[in-house]
């Protein structure tokens, strides 16, 4: 079992749609948890970041963390033709130790 | 622009060869990491340095090599090069602190022929 596991993808929705990603994990030892985005031949941009269960709102992105269940999720509202790219979750340890990724899902939001 | 420069953008070599990729981070980071991305495995961490020392491996070949200079730049070395190898290589630069954010360069794509 990977320690990190994403839903597979691809994934399309019309503009203006509230998309939900989520990714699950194993190692409860993960304290710190990130959604990035990643544009076609891109590094990958950090999206929201998180260290609480709980959830963290910044524009129209929503970060959610359940760390009794090994969950977290990134909701997009009123999503918009400029979403469109990878998604990649991504956690780790400690403050300074490495990320774990999931395998990232690819959204597509149609005009 | 998230302020992680790798050079060069793109490479393509063969098999058998070296090559260096390059990574200078933010102003003022002092922790570097190299992470691998392809097709089938996603994004792979590599190794960490901490200014100038390695902090952590991952799943690194024995063939690659990593450094942090003084001025904190950091080299990736991959040597006795594979087609599998071919594939994106990302650095990422963090301040090192509590709950300090990692920034992704833009990567440096290598196809090996």
């Known amino acids: 079992q990977k320690e990190v596991e994403q839903d597979p993808g691809p994934l399309s929705v019309p503009e203006g749609a509230i998309v939900s990603l989520n990714c699950t994990y194993s190692?409860?030892?993960?304290?710190?948890f990130m959604w990035y985005r990643q544009y076609s031949r891109k590094g990958p941009e950090l999206l929201m970041y998180?260290?609480?269960?709980g959830n963290k709102e910044d524009g129209r992105f929503t970060a959610q963390v359940d760390k009794s269940s090994k969950y977290i999720s990134l909701f997009i509202r009123d999503s918009q033709p400029s979403d469109s790219a990878t998604y990649l979750c991504?956690?780790?340890?400690?403050?300074?130790?490495?990320?774990?990724f999931g395998k990232g899902i690819t959204l597509s939001v149609r005009p | 622009d998230s302020g992680v420069t790798q050079t060069p953008k793109h490479l393509i070599t063969a098999t058998g060869q070296r090559v260096t990729l390059r990574c200078s981070p933010r102003?003022?980071?002092?922790?570097v990491y190299w992470y691998q991305q392809s097709l089938d495995q996603g994004l792979q961490f590599l190794i960490q340095?901490?200014?100038?020392?390695?902090?952590a491996k991952g799943n690194i070949l024995e063939r690659f090599s990593a450094q942090q200079f003084p001025d904190l730049h950091s080299e990736l070395n991959l040597s006795s090069l594979e087609l599998g190898d071919s594939a994106l290589y990302f650095c990422?630069?963090?301040?090192?602190?509590?709950?300090?954010?990692?920034?992704f360069g833009q990567g440096t794509r290598l196809t090996v022929v």
């Open positions: 190692n409860s030892a993960f304290q710190y």
């Open positions: 990422a630069s963090s301040a090192g602190g509590l709950g300090a954010e990692a920034f």
């Open positions: 340095y901490y200014n100038g020392e390695e902090r």
């Open positions: 991504a956690m780790k340890t400690g403050a300074n130790s490495k990320l774990t």
């Open positions: 998180t260290y609480s269960s």
């Open positions: 102003s003022g980071d002092l922790s």
